[in-house]
């Protein structure tokens, strides 16, 4: 502790985590850059209007609920259920359509955040009242909600015809030819940008995240946030579950969601939101979305196997926080 | 000396920790505008008293007073509200954060619900100005030096006009150039009507800065003083100035052998400089002096944890390299850590499985343990330091803390050591089985094993030492023989005053 002392005390005034933060963005379009004009030249389709909409539709439901998961993370928490409160809130939210035709969507929208805030609820409960680690909460609760998952509906799909028409037009239509999904996708993005920024609420995450002793001495609620970004994490993966139904049509119990998480939890972390909390902004979550969804579109449109889009989402993650690591060692060692 | 009002008064304060009685009737009264050091031994309750007014600890008995009027301090926020503002020896910091919202971190100024960060920096920076210190706001406090990141703490408390700042040894991690920095804050903030209780192990400081001079020994205040009517003599006297308790006495020995264990001119850069001294065999010496002497850190350099940047390690007489703890092991020393729940044990494993680390080799067969083996040594050790156990197949974190240091000592015997590093040995420990620890200390030396003890509790100290070395700040301070060595001298030696005429 005192070695680490007198070295901090003869450092120079660095600033690393700001240039870390701001390579990261930067790095990001970088990046995404390449992979565009790498894919046009390969692909003449790939730079076509239609295709970009295809992939803002992709990224739309993973911001948001990256959106969420981000919150979590900069607490020092992780959800790893969001993928099954996703897959609960569709299959739910469809099957109140399905029982009860002609409810205005505002009412499924509704019901889906609802039932997404108790399922956040009960994670926030678990970690802060129970303190079961938040790892094994949630993979506690992902199998659970899996299971309501199937109990709720029989093991039966949604049929496209029992899903509001009016819903499937949100992931069609739009101001200015912009469907609504990435509409709403891109609101709760600069909401919850917003939110983190602007907000006493939101600083707090960061301080909790950043340290949860010193944020309990300011007196900070350090359980409080907690709870609530569990909670708002399962609101939007809610919001995201009813999207879903629009966007794909049709819910199907055995995959609505399933394994979602990893491609949430690998948004965030390429977004560069530290998984050891206390950093981390939407901005670098949309971008890190962005190149999840640009990647996998490319490989797509390019006719390589699906089998490689995991793969290739594998050493993007791996990547982005061995050069992060790279940088930072270099700027600690260069004081 | 003042007509006024105190701001803070206490009175009565009393608090235990388990069995353990750490304040008795503390009686204590901080005027406005005036600096207060508190000073005692390590252990002496000064932490928990700060620690109670700041709202960390509720005391067990006696009150708070805040001008004139009784109060109770739930908690450190609450006491930030009140004005009362606790400034760490670590500063407890937001490193990804910017300066600014430390400063301000759950009252950020806002503007309807928004946060404003333009007015959040100014404000900032008129903090910053005010304590006269240049620290852009905008910057990430990551990276910020130990001194700055106390004048985000110190401009967090006035942002909050705390009138009563407690600093609990702030110039600990400090170079002399921004200690000197700080006291001229502290005088500034002084001089504008603020209390400050003041906490330091370095006598010239507290000298040169105090008004007022409080002394804690044993969780008793022993009495208060006025730095120019008084002599760092009689601060030592004060700390130290207890009746020696009949603790064990180490048995003496006609004569030594021939030495085990020295170093010569032991050196890591920044921690400890010149460490020089010899360990015969038979001898028990001890590393005295205050938290921060750095002591641990030269056992831990010559066990080989951290190797020392430059010196020589010599082994009954031969000059011995010890680049990790292995080979320390194979040279015949053990080392018994601090903080035995930490490094010493691992708690949730079996009593015997505990014992037979080091020794692993010696209770295996092909590669495979020989598990009877194992308990069968460990019910030996168990009769040999009469550990108080249900069996050998119990956890470690079951035992009570003498014994578990008997367990971690029997662990390092195990491995038949002829230098055996004993850091603080008995703290946390209760009497009786202090007093054990002591007897096998004691006859251990007597079987030729050369025993270099870190103690700071000078009792201790004087009763199981053969001769007693003094660091003060990772310096050779003085050096005292069994017999010339007295609580006062050693204790004067500590604080930095080398000439004591006793």
């Given at each position: ?19 870390l ?90 019901l ?7 399922l ?25 909600y ?20 009016d ?7 739009g101001?200015?030819?912009?469907p ?41 609620g ?62 670098g ?16 449109i ?6 490689y ?27 | 000396?003042?007509?006024q009002?105190?701001l ?7 608090k ?27 252990g ?32 450190p ?11 760490h ?8 954060l ?9 009252r ?16 900032a ?27 985000v ?14 600093m ?8 002399p ?18 209390s ?165 080799q ?13 308990g ?52 946390g ?73 006793a």
């Amino acid at each position: 502790m005192t070695s680490q002392a007198q070295t901090m005390n003869t450092s120079r005034p660095s600033n690393v985590a700001t240039i870390l933060a701001k390579f990261r963005e930067t790095g990001i379009l970088i990046f995404l850059a390449v992979l565009v004009i790498i894919a046009t030249l390969v692909e003449r389709r790939f730079f076509s209007l239609h295709n970009f909409e295809n992939i803002l539709l992709d990224i739309s439901i993973l911001a948001i609920v990256a959106a969420g998961e981000t919150m979590v993370i900069i607490s020092r928490n992780i959800d790893i259920s969001v993928g099954s409160s996703l897959g609960l809130c569709a299959i739910v939210v469809g099957l109140m359509f399905k029982f009860n035709p002609g409810v205005p969507i505002i009412v499924g929208l509704f019901l889906g955040v609802l039932l997404g805030a108790v399922l956040g609820s009960v994670n926030g409960t678990l970690v802060t009242q129970f303190r079961v680690p938040p790892l094994i909460a949630t993979l506690g609760t992902l199998s659970i909600y899996r299971g309501l998952v199937f109990l709720s509906s029989g093991g039966r799909q949604v049929d496209p015809n029992d899903i509001p028409p009016d819903l499937i037009a949100m992931a069609r239509v739009g101001p200015l030819g912009i469907p609504w999904i990435v509409i709403v996708a891109l609101l709760i993005s600069v909401l919850v940008g917003l939110f983190l920024r602007y907000t006493h609420l939101g600083r707090d995450i960061y301080a909790v995240g950043g340290n949860p002793v010193a944020a309990r001495l300011r007196g900070i609620g350090v359980n409080r946030v907690v709870f609530l970004t569990y909670l708002f994490a399962g609101a939007l993966a809610g919001l995201a579950g009813v999207l879903y139904a629009g966007r794909y049509g049709t819910v199907n119990p055995a995959d609505a969601g399933v394994g979602f998480e990893l491609t949430v939890i690998a948004a965030t972390v390429i977004g560069g939101t530290n998984i050891l909390g206390g950093s981390g902004t939407i901005l670098g979550t949309v971008l890190g979305s962005l190149l999840l969804g640009v990647l996998g579109n490319v490989l797509a449109i390019t006719n390589v196997s699906g089998f490689y889009q995991k793969f290739a989402q594998g050493l993007v993650i791996l990547l982005a926080v061995i050069i992060d690591a790279i940088i930072h060692n270099q700027l600690q060692s260069r004081r | 000396m003042s007509e006024q009002e105190p701001l803070l008064s206490v009175r009565g304060i009393i608090k235990r920790f388990g069995r353990a009685q750490v304040l008795t009737d503390i009686d204590l009264d901080l005027y406005p505008g005036e600096i207060h050091a508190l000073v005692g031994e390590n252990g002496a309750g000064k932490s928990t008293l700060t620690k109670i007014v700041s709202g960390l600890y509720p005391p067990d008995g006696g009150q708070i007073i805040l001008e004139g009027k009784p109060i109770t301090v739930p908690s450190p926020a609450a006491a930030q509200h009140m004005g009362i503002a606790l400034i760490h020896q670590e500063p407890l910091s937001f490193p990804d954060l910017d300066v600014a919202e430390n400063i301000f971190i759950g009252r950020q100024q806002r503007r309807g619900i928004a946060i404003d960060w333009a007015k959040m920096y100014t404000e900032a920076q008129r903090l910053l100005d005010d304590l006269g210190v240049a620290i852009d706001p905008r910057r990430r406090v990551r990276g910020l030096s130990i001194a700055d990141q106390q004048m985000v703490e110190m401009a967090s408390a006035l942002s909050l006009n705390a009138r009563m700042l407690i600093m609990d040894e702030p110039t600990a991690a400090l170079t002399p150039s921004e200690v000197a920095d700080l006291f001229i804050i502290m005088r500034r903030l002084r001089d504008q009507g603020t209390s400050i209780l003041f906490i330091s192990h370095r006598l010239e400081e507290v000298f040169e800065i105090a008004d007022k001079i409080s002394v804690l020994r044993d969780g008793e205040m022993v009495g208060q003083v006025q730095p120019a009517a008084s002599s760092r003599e009689e601060i030592v006297r004060m700390m130290v100035g207890r009746p020696l308790s009949a603790l064990f006495e180490k048995e003496q020995m006609a004569e030594f052998g021939e030495p085990r264990l020295e170093v010569r001119n032991l050196t890591t850069r920044g921690l400890f400089y010149d460490i020089s001294f010899q360990v015969r065999s038979g001898e028990i010496l001890c590393l005295a002096g205050l938290v921060g002497a750095r002591r641990t850190e030269v056992a831990r350099a010559i066990f080989g944890i951290d190797p020392p940047s430059s010196g020589e390690i010599w082994i009954d007489g031969r000059r011995v390299q010890v680049p990790n703890p292995k080979i320390a092991v194979q040279l015949g020393m053990a080392y018994v850590p601090e903080d035995r729940q930490k490094h010493g044990l691992l708690l949730p494993m079996r009593i015997d499985q505990n014992m037979t680390l080091p020794v692993l080799q010696e209770v295996s067969r092909l590669g495979w343990l020989n598990t009877s083996m194992e308990g069968q040594l460990a019910r030996d050790w168990q009769g040999k330091l009469d550990i108080r156990m249900r069996g050998p197949d119990q956890s470690a974190w079951e035992l009570s803390g003498g014994n578990q240091q008997k367990v971690v000592l029997s662990k390092w015997l195990l491995t038949g050591p002829k230098i055996l590093i004993l850091d603080e040995p008995t703290r946390g420990v209760d009497i009786g089985a202090k007093a054990e620890v002591h007897h096998l200390m004691s006859e251990l030396a007597h079987q030729g094993i050369a025993i270099l003890m870190i103690s700071s509790e000078l009792p201790e100290v004087l009763a199981m030492s053969d001769r007693i070395l003094v660091m003060r700040e990772g310096h050779m301070m003085g050096e005292f023989s069994r017999d010339e060595a007295t609580q006062e001298k050693v204790m004067a030696a500590a604080v930095g005053q080398i000439q004591l005429e006793a």
